[in-house]
């Protein structure tokens, strides 16, 4: 299994206590604290997890950018980057998705910006506005794109990787957000989104929307 770089200090971490905790059984002590931490190390490991996207592709096709589930879907307007209305996918991450973002289409970075915020919960509408965020925006044949990392109660960390200029190629890792999260996907008013409020997204896998 493949894992995020970001991830290796706290599999470090993770697993020096499980050893010491081992060691402790090992000399004589309890091994309940050893059994009891295992899981949670093995969640640490699991939630660092970076599969290969092996879903579908296509120029027609916008991809998922993050695993979770999709908790609104409305017409907003975008001040920053569309500077004008847009379409608002929002996907909601919990602690047991894949943290790590890909970019739904191809294009070039246009846009980048990072907000310290707020921590509210990623879920709360005015987490859109308030939280820590950081956003990419691409400019492709079919118009703008945006993708918002937003922070929540647990995250405090979002990774963004590109630079403005860089070229986005469909299913590339663009960042990941650690421990919560969301991801809300600007498109151009008019796009065919082909999920609803409900479903289940896998990142890069999921077709959220059509250009036709």
Known sequence: MRLAPEGWPFIGIAAAVLAG???????????????????IAMWVVAFFRDPQPSGPAGPELVLAPAD??????RSVEEPDFFKGPALRV??????????VNRYPCDGTVAYRHYNPGRFLHAADEKA???NEQSSVGLTTPHGKVMMR????????????DPAVGSPARQAERFGMIRFGSRVDL???????VTVKVGDRTRVARTVVARWD
């Open 21 to 39: 905790l081992a060691v402790l059984g090992l000399r004589g002590g309890p091994w309940w604290p050893a059994v009891a931490w295992l899981p």
């Open 68 to 73: 979770g589930r999709v908790i609104d879907i």
């Open 90 to 99: 929002s996907i909601f991450m919990n602690v047991f998705d894949c943290h």
């Open 128 to 130: 859109s506005l308030d």
């Open 149 to 160: 990392q937003i922070a929540g109660l647990i995250a405090r960390r979002i990774v963004t």
């Open 186 to 192: 600007f498109l151009p008013v008019g796009t065919r």
